[in-house]
């Protein structure tokens, strides 16, 4: 996994400077979020380690399957990394490439995981207290865990909020041993 994010790393920093200097980070992201669900299907990925295969035959079958308004730089991006042996790793180039697109935009990732689904309201209320609490906006992505027994866990970057049962009995199991 770590030599998958090194192999992805310049990549998605060429597809980001490219979409920032095309002013197309939206589309840019939503096309390689396409193409990196289509990279990591099964069958997809046989067809791509195919040694009979040839690369243009895979930039085009990727790009049928992706769907329809692809750039020419994206094409071309995606002709590259099929030369360069590396749709196995669209991904982590999506991934990264999110990564820089929200880190220009002053948007991190959270993600929060409940006891019990969340409903709108609720959702809503936490992720504005998120905001205002990392001053900035939020893109919240939610996880049931029963496990959790009851309240919520959030990370936020490398920061972790535990306000869930199951968090708090590990605290005072932790308070009654010392």
């Known amino acids: 996994m770590a030599e998958n994010v090194t192999l992805a790393r310049p990549y998605a920093e060429a597809a980001f400077q490219i979409a920032q200097a095309a002013n197309q980070l939206d589309a840019w992201s939503d096309v390689l979020g396409r193409l990196a669900a289509v990279a990591a299907d099964a069958e997809m990925q046989a067809v791509v380690d195919n040694p009979n295969v040839s690369t243009a035959a895979v930039s085009k079958l990727l790009l049928d399957v992706a769907g329809q308004g692809f750039s020419a730089d994206q094409k071309n991006f995606l002709q590259l990394l099929a030369e360069n042996d590396r749709i196995a790793v669209l991904p982590e180039i999506r991934d990264l490439y999110n990564d820089l697109k929200h ?76």
């Open 103 to 178: 880190g220009v935009e002053g948007v991190k990732e959270a993600l929060i995981e409940s006891a019990y689904p969340l409903d709108n309201a609720p959702l809503g209320s936490l992720v504005t207290d998120l905001e205002r609490r990392f001053k900035c906006r939020i893109q919240a992505t939610v996880k049931i865990d029963p496990e959790l027994i009851g309240g919520v866990r959030i990370a936020v970057g490398d920061q972790v909020i535990d306000a869930s049962v199951r968090g708090k009995l590990a605290q005072m199991a932790i308070a009654l041993k010392n």
